[in-house]
């Protein structure tokens, strides 16, 4: 069984095309610049990486560019549509409208249509790469959605609540959603398999640190507390994102700088995190090289952040009473070895033991143990794989057809 696994931005689109027989990748790649006058287009199959400039002026021509690199040419991974079984969509926001992945129908367009005011800049995207993917691919292929915040929904009402007005919640539903759910999803199952136990038995803190970074923590398979809010801003600081503050530190710079709704979501989202601190660096390795150079911006933007990760793990450790494992992950969290170092050093309190020599190890893709064999916590790198957990549910929902 092949699956296509779609992930739908609104000017991009990036796919994967699964053989699930082996979950092996057949093909990847990504339709960028959609609705530019000149698209950028690359696919990888075994015979190598190939790219083109073409334009896609909607997400229809680009699945229309997809479809045709996996039927014909240098490109060609398989001999006609028919061989992809499904298809399964990456969607940011399921609200408390969707607990699980789910089978494309009107109705379910509709929801997630509903919840655009909660993810302006992903849902609408999503919704037109569903009818892109449709009208390229026909209405017969399965479709289904796999929701970014899911795995969260069990989060009970005390993690998920925020201390204002109740009536809020009841208008505009705002609360705690969480995101990166399948990434916490996957490496918290993979976790446990390393480990040899059933999740049920376990308490784990997830770190999915990227460019968006968020912390989780699962109590026998299930959230109970993540990091991130209503959006990816909640948190601690990200590449520009400033993760949470003092709410006031909001209304005070409205005030004195007389900045917009608009505007201060474009400074907190955009220009803030180790950016906003180092003035210069959003990546992760920029940082840690200016760091070490001696930039005292930088030192304190990369100090910020290990702080920050470790009061939210501190927090997870207290919200399930005992921890069994910590995982790593995201382009940050696979690669950054000096802060792994930092972040298991500062947990030798609670009998983290670490192994230096499997931190260097741990890096591009490979994951490792961090912690020594007398550790009384496990600490992992697992590096993440959200396009197989939607091709997993894809095929799941797709079988029971
Ligand atoms: P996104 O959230 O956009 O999916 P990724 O998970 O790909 O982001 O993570 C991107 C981050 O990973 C960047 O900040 C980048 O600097 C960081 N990163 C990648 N390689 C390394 C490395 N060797 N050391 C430290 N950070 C790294």
Redesign the pocket.
Known sequence: MKILVINAGSSSLKFQLIDMNGEVVIAKGTCGRVGAEIGEFDIKTEKGKFEKEVAMPDHTAAFQVVKEALISGETKVIDSLDEISAIGHRVVQGGSIFKESTLVTDEVIEGIKSLCDLAPLHNPAHIQGINACMDVFGKDVPEVVVFDNAFHSTMPEEAYMFGIPYEYYEKYKIRRYGFHGTSHRYVSAECAKIMGKDIKDLKIITC??????SITAVKGGKVIDTSMGLTPLDGFIM?TRSGNLDPSVVTFLQEKEGWTPAETSNILNKKSGVFGISGKY?????I?KAAAEGDARAELAKKMLWYQIRKYIGQYIAAMQGVDAIVFT???G????P?RQNICESFGYIGVTFNAEENTKA??GKGGELSGPDSKVKVYVIPTNEELMIARDTKEIAEKL
Do not use: T
């Not at 999915?208 to 970074?213: D, F, K, P, T």
């Not at 959003?282 to 920029?286: A, F, K, L, W």
């Open positions: 999915h640190l990227g460019n968006g970074s590449g959003s990546d992760d390795r920029d840690l995201g382009g940050i696979e690669n950054s070895q802060l890096i591009k």
